[in-house]
């Protein structure tokens, strides 16, 4: 942990929360009732592993309880502490108020590498961690629903609601209480890109207000703009593929846990997962350089520079480095508090990890809502709309008496499958949000940056849930 960071991950979101509460004009009481977290399970349970038992460590933290159930990822890593999920679960309550997701936040940590462990080893230490979590009350569909972070992945998920199921067999929305699931056992399309899909949609959004790209010396669109990226996991790897592919960017540089490398033509993003997948590394990729040390790719000269790794990477002794116009932080946490401070005045403009990494939660949220449906979207209306469409270009055949091809036929009458459904209301759910911030930003005084604005925006809503509670008046 650098110097700089005072306290650590917790202390950094607690110093921003306080930073938004001075101009909020909320009362104290209620300010200091949101900022709290609520329950804190700490556990241990022992696990054997090979001939030996091993005593894992591990979390669940319920920041909120103003909207039900809770909702937020559980993470394995080596690192985790009780500060860092309390930190994260922190985040998610502001998180999924901005992003008007009905949940309170959570998250859950389990203190392992998964790296060093076999399949087996990780399984049964994941439904030990459920089985736990089941004990204390701690998850189902209307309590606290967990999903993937850092180290977990759909196959965890699965695990988890096979436990749960193995206690609660007969609870009619039981798929409900985890998600981020594989989709053929109560997922949902487009679940695995989410997050990364809406970093793109959250920094396409970003770049088309052309005074605030002219204030950064930048034109609006995606197309063309460099782009630096830290971290080649799910939501890196997802941030990337869309980015370039969908949004004609250039991926300068990429940096894994073995190292980092740059192009300024451009690195093709599956490219290089195929490669890192056939030499277990992302160096020596062809056509690209590769750089001293893995650090190096937060202080390329690019537009935009994306921590899709962990927290506290750009701190107080390298935050002068950042040459990127734009920092859109896919990572909780990346920019430490003081880190911050220095950003702002060398005149970058930081998408915060509250708003801009919202999208797993997000499509969550679809896939709890279609677990307690127990339908996939778009299965009443595909058909429908479909045939509708087909009726309207017959009319319009008829009428003009030309004939439309086969292709445009095909796009005009396509029925919405759920991917499409999916994908339109992530979008229209990061634009929308991104809109309230800006407008925050732009007409409250006192208010200079967008995380500011993002902490005002969740301020405002989480309080005015309170208020309805009739708990603060
Ligand atoms: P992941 O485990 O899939 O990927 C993270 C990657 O970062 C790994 O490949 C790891 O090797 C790499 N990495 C770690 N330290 C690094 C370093 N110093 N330099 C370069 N690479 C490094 O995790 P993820 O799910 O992609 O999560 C990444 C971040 O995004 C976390 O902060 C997480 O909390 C946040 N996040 C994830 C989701 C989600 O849906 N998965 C949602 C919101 C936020």
């Known amino acids: 942990m650098s110097k700089d960071n005072h306290g650590g991950f917790l202390a950094s979101v607690n110093r921003n929360f306080d930073k938004a509460a001075a101009v909020s004009n909320l009362p104290e009481g209620l300010l200091a009732q949101i900022k709290e977290c609520n329950s804190v399970y700490q556990m241990r349970f022992p696990v054997k592993i090979g001939n030996d038992y091993k005593v894992i460590e591990a979390y669940r933290v319920q920041h909120s309880h103003h909207r039900l159930p809770t909702k937020g990822g559980i993470r394995y890593s080596q690192k985790v502490n009780q500060d860092e999920v309390m930190a994260l679960a922190s ?26 462990m076999t399949v087996p080893q990780l399984q049964k230490i ?75 949609y959250a920094l396409k959004e970003a770049v088309s207000y052309k005074d605030d790209m002219a204030a950064l010396g930048l034109e609006t669109g995606m197309e063309g703009k460099t782009i630096a990226i830290q971290g080649l996991g799910n939501v890196g790897y997802h941030t990337g593929v869309i980015c370039q592919e969908e949004g004609g960017s250039i991926i300068v540089s990429v940096a894994e846990y073995e190292g980092a490398i740059y192009n300024k033509k451009g690195i093709d993003i599956k490219a290089l997962f195929k490669h890192r997948k056939e030499t277990g590394s992302i160096l020596d990729f062809p056509g690209a350089k ?104 017959g009319l319009v055949e008829r009428l003009t008496g030309k004939t439309i091809g086969v292709k445009e036929r095909n796009l005009l009458t396509k029925g919405a499958d759920e991917i499409d459904l999916v994908r339109s209301g992530l979008e229209e759910t990061m634009i929308t949000s991104y809109r309230q911030i800006r407008t925050i930003l732009k007409k409250r005084k006192k208010i200079e940056d967008l995380r500011t604005a993002a902490f005002i925006s969740a301020l405002d809503k989480i309080s005015s849930d309170y208020m309805a509670l009739g708990i603060f008046p």
């Open 290 to 393: 590769n750089m001293k040390q893995r650090k190096r790719v937060l202080e390329v000269d690019c537009d935009i520079l994306i921590p899709a790794a962990l927290e506290s990477q750009i701190r107080v002794d390298n935050a002068h480095k950042v040459k990127a116009k734009i920092v859109a932080e896919a990572a909780n946490g990346p920019i430490t508090a003081e880190a911050e401070e220095i950003l702002l005045k060398m005149g970058v403009m930081i998408l915060p990890d509250m708003y801009v990494n919202a999208g797993g939660v997000t499509v969550s949220y679809f896939e709890w809502l279609k677990n307690l449906s127990h339908m996939r979207f778009g299965r009443m209306e595909k058909r429908f709309n479909q045939n509708t469409y087909l009726n309207l270009v």
């Open 126 to 200: 994941t439904r030990r961690y459920t089985a736990e979590l089941i004990r204390k009350n701690f998850i189902g569909p209307g309590i606290d629903v967990p999903a993937p972070d850092y180290g977990t992945g759909s196959r965890e998920m699965a695990w988890i609601l096979d436990t749960y199921l193995s206690f609660k067999g007969g609870e009619i929305d039981a798929a409900g209480c985890v998600t981020g699931k594989p989709v053929h056992q109560n997922g949902i399309q487009g679940r695995t890109e989410a997050t990364g899909r809406g970093v793109y």
């Open 91 to 116: 985040l998610m309550t502001y998180k999924c108020a901005i992003v008007d997701v009905p949940f309170g936040g959570a998250k859950g940590g389990v203190k392992i590498s998964p790296r060093e």
